[in-house]
């Protein structure tokens, strides 16, 4: 008797991890066991057990709804717009640091420009003084570079820093930062950073050389409306806010997946350029016959992205190239009277900062 009081405890011990671990009933543990004494309160238990249940799955369902995710029995990604906060106020800081630099980058322009005048002058006086070398490649490389417009000058530096992320991609050791830091995507944990490096990011050289093409043949007609610095801070602001423009769109859809390419600011770009000159011409680079106006351009570009997003196409990011579209006709319409021409006071500020500081100068 004494033996089988204690496996009928060792028994009973079993029965109660059972029950805690798989939250099964008693009875059914029992029958497996091969007993058929039924506690003395087996319902009391069997209630106990699926109250505690109940007030599991409450809680889990709880959960899933305060973080925005939804239960895993539904294959929709989860969702939460809260995440976008950080997101927004990057935006918007990063968007004003970017105008607030350019501005300061013009008036040490303009600055640097004026003091080195003379010196400029005596270096062009001494330089044909000098015998020229024939076949000198430095000398042929500054030709070049001085045939170049102003606005080509300006992107070759964004071109530049294209080619070479394009590269780093090539690299297999750097996959996982690349795919980190330089896509785009609502559903990663990084998700400030990404939102500029990857207005860089380019993975296909023909996705890079079809962009910059775009960029270089309109760089003369946007830096001549809006001065180097500015087309800067625009760029800039332009590829920030296509992709959280991108962020909001696949977070309010549920469709979570990376992005990355300078689509969203080269369409900021080519939607400034058609709003202020409509009546300009334009040809696809394959089909130059074919003569369009930019302003039925630009109506074509927002009909196709808006169908794009509307139908959930997803060979391009339509809602980045929408948000850069619309961007860039609002900047001209409103922006620069908005934004660039309220510049003053930062600049005041910035000079009497310099004047006040050591090896300060007078008044520009």
């Not at 297999?172 to 944990?189: A, D, E, I, W």
């Not at 610095?229 to 997946?257: H, N």
Request: with cysteine; aromatic share 12%; hydrophobic share 40%.
């Amino acid at each position: 008797m004494a033996w089988r009081g204690c496996f009928l405890r060792w028994t009973r011990g079993d029965i109660c991890i059972a029950t805690t671990r798989g939250n099964r009933f008693p009875l059914c543990t029992q029958q497996r066991c091969g007993f058929r004494k039924a506690p003395k309160k087996p319902e009391v238990k069997k209630a106990e057990v699926e109250e505690a249940a109940l007030k599991q799955s409450e809680l889990i369902e709880g959960v899933h709804q305060r973080k925005g995710v939804e239960p895993p029995t539904q294959p929709s990604p989860p969702r939460s717009f809260g995440r976008l906060f950080k997101p927004l106020v990057f935006t918007v800081g990063f968007s004003g640091c970017s105008f607030g630099a350019a501005a300061i980058w013009q008036y040490e322009s303009l600055k640097l420009r004026v003091q080195t005048y003379m010196d400029e002058a005596r270096a062009e006086w001494l330089e044909k003084l000098r015998p020229q070398k024939e076949g000198d490649l430095q000398k042929q490389v500054n030709q070049w570079w001085d045939s170049l417009t102003q606005g080509q000058r300006t992107v070759s530096g964004i071109i530049v820093a294209n080619a070479l992320v394009l590269c780093c991609w090539r690299i297999p050791s750097l996959q996982r930062t690349m795919v980190k830091y330089f896509t785009s995507n609502p559903g990663s944990k990084t998700l400030c950073f990404p939102m500029v490096l990857s207005t860089f990011s380019h993975y296909s050289f023909l996705h890079m050389a079809a962009n910059m093409y775009v960029l270089w043949s309109f760089s003369s007609s946007i830096v001549s409306l809006l001065g180097p610095e500015q087309f800067m801070a625009v760029y800039l602001s332009a590829g920030v806010i296509s992709t959280f423009v991108s962020y909001m769109c696949k977070t309010a859809t549920g469709r979570f997946g990376p992005s990355l390419g300078a689509s969203g600011a080269i369409m900021t770009v080519l939607a400034a350029v058609c709003t202020k000159i409509p009546e300009a011409k334009l040809a696809i680079v394959f089909l130059p016959m074919f003569t369009f106006t930019a302003g039925s351009a630009l109506k074509a570009i927002v009909a196709v992205d808006t169908v794009g997003l509307v139908l959930g196409w997803k060979f391009f990011d339509h809602a980045a190239h929408l948000g850069g579209t619309l961007f860039g006709i609002w900047y001209v319409a409103y922006g620069h009277e908005l934004i660039w021409k309220n510049r003053e006071p930062l600049v005041k500020m910035w000079h009497d900062l310099r004047t006040k500081g050591p090896g300060g100068g007078g008044a520009l």
